[in-house]
T-cell receptor, first 114, second 111 residues
Framework: GQNIDQPTEMTATEGAIVQINCTYQTSGFNGLFWYQQHAGEAPTFLSYNVLDGLEEKGRFSSFLSRSKGYSYLLLKELQMKDSASYLCAVRDQGSGGGADGLTFGKGTHLIIQP | DVKVTQSSRYLVKRTGEKVFLECVQDMDHENMFWYRQDPGLGLRLIYFSYDVKMKEKGDIPEGYSVSREKKERFSLILESASTNQTSMYLC??????????FGPGTRLTVT
């Protein structure tokens, strides 16, 4: 089985930087994903980490430490449109989440203020 | 452009009815998934399929079944809908890089 924790809600200011943390416990780690979900819409893919280190993609970066069971999503130069929920998800080789499915955290609701 | 479509955005059914939720993807992906999303619980995997006519249980399969007769189509079936199955249902399809593409979701209300 798996346990994924991330903060329920965060608030940040337009133009600033915010870091959303995710910790996980898994029996057979095989990759970590970050998704963005605007209210009433489907999740959209942001990043995928399978090795330790930082992956940068424009204003968004994602970091992974497998030994610590820890990841973060870093959002720079925040814009109002970044107000959304951010979902951390782990791909596990164990029975939880299915052999190929993802197990999701409950999501972090990010509020951007002017 | 990647596309996953679901048959309905909103659906209202009565307790005990049989409900079919349809999902179609146009990316020739082998793997397809059904999740439900509830406030405070996040996304939870119901069933997935890695090939035509193949299916695997996810974390919460009770009360659901699935059908995959064609590669592009994955159906979720509620044999006898109950009020605790009121939820947002999301279908997803997986690429070779493990990235999952989601459909727009079906908000099902069982009364």
């Amino acid at each position: 089985g798996q346990n994924i924790d991330q903060p329920t809600e965060m608030t940040a200011t337009e133009g600033a930087i915010v870091q959303i943390n995710c910790t996980y416990q898994t029996s057979g780690f095989n990759g970590l994903f970050w998704y963005q979900q605007h209210a009433g819409e489907a999740p959209t893919f942001l990043s995928y980490n399978v090795l330790d280190g930082l992956e940068e993609k424009g204003r968004f970066s994602s970091f992974l430490s497998r030994s610590k069971g820890y990841s973060y999503l870093l959002l720079k130069e925040l814009q109002m449109k970044d107000s959304a929920s951010y979902l951390c998800a782990v791909r596990d080789q164990g029975s939880g989440g299915g052999a190929d499915g993802l197990t999701f955290g409950k999501g972090t609701h990010l509020i951007i203020q002017p | 452009d990647v596309k996953v479509t679901q048959s309905s955005r909103y659906l209202v059914k009565r307790t005990g009815e049989k409900v079919f939720l349809e999902c179609v993807q146009d990316m020739d992906h082998e793997n397809m998934f059904w999740y439900r999303q509830d406030p405070g619980l996040g996304l939870r995997l119901i069933y997935f399929s890695y090939d035509v006519k193949m299916k695997e249980k996810g974390d919460i399969p009770e009360g659901y079944s699935v059908s995959r007769e064609k590669k592009e189509r994955f159906s979720l079936i509620l044999e006898s809908a109950s009020t605790n199955q009121t939820s947002m249902y999301l279908c997803a399809s997986r690429s070779s890089k493990y990235e999952q593409y989601f459909g727009p979701g079906t908000r099902l209300t069982v009364t």
